[in-house]
């Protein structure tokens, strides 16, 4: 019961977040402050790897931050989902190797995986963070498993400020971030305890 009950929670918040999104003001530039922040990141700088979520509708935008990583000639790896509830990355060198796939999204069309090192970086999507980490995701599970089995790679999640809520409904299996970036700054949650 008290599984259903956080499960109901979490739809009804991520609903009301998603439309707190819609209406965010001077999204472009926001967008620019968050690929700043990140490409001045020492984690990002360093990475052998880097996984990078493909924006779809208002989430944060990427688009920036994948033509300048691949401008950079640095290991870029997009996710693909398939319908077993499993999401894979695969390697990319141009914006053209994506077509749309599950759920409108664009994933990549090729079949070379990442080797997964301390080195590597996973930028994660969400609704909202917390400052300690915790994510509300879109309720496919698809970066809670996928995170879980790799739990060695650096993952920064990013999102605007106003979608840094203080507390979320976060259960055992949610994976956290080990650092959170907004227009606004650069939270390091294993700092905060």
Same mark, same amino acid.
């Given at each position: ?14 609903d009301q ?59 870029? +790896?997009?996710?693909?989902? !398939? $319908? /077993? ?6 390697? #990319?060198?141009?914006? *053209? ?39 509300l995701g879109?309720?496919?599970?698809? +970066?809670?498993?996928?995170? !879980? $089995? /790799? ?6 999640? #990013?999102?605007?400020? *106003? ?31």
């Amino acid at each position: 019961m008290r599984i259903i009950m956080i499960e109901q929670n979490k739809k009804n918040l991520r609903d009301q977040l998603i439309k707190k999104r819609r209406l965010i003001e001077n999204r472009t530039e926001k967008d620019i402050s968050v690929f700043q922040k990140l490409i001045e990141n020492e984690k990002v700088k360093n990475a052998d790897n880097i996984l990078i979520y493909i924006s779809y509708n208002d989430e944060t935008d990427t688009a920036m931050l994948l033509d300048y990583l691949l401008s950079e000639n640095k290991n870029v +790896y997009a996710p693909k989902c !398939s $319908k /077993n509830g499993q999401m894979k990355f695969f390697l #990319i060198k141009s914006s *053209d190797e994506l077509q749309k796939g599950a759920y409108g999204i664009p994933e990549p069309t090729g079949e070379i995986e990442p080797v997964i090192t301390e080195r590597t970086v996973c930028i994660v999507p969400a609704v909202s963070f917390t400052e300690i980490g915790c994510r509300l995701g879109y309720g496919g599970g698809y +970066y809670d498993r996928f995170l !879980s $089995k /790799n739990s060695m790679l650096f993952t920064i999640g #990013i999102c605007y400020e *106003d979608l840094i809520s203080e507390t979320l409904p976060c259960t055992e299996h949610d994976v956290k971030v080990k650092a959170v970036i907004t227009e606004e700054r650069t939270v390091y949650p294993i700092a905060k305890g």
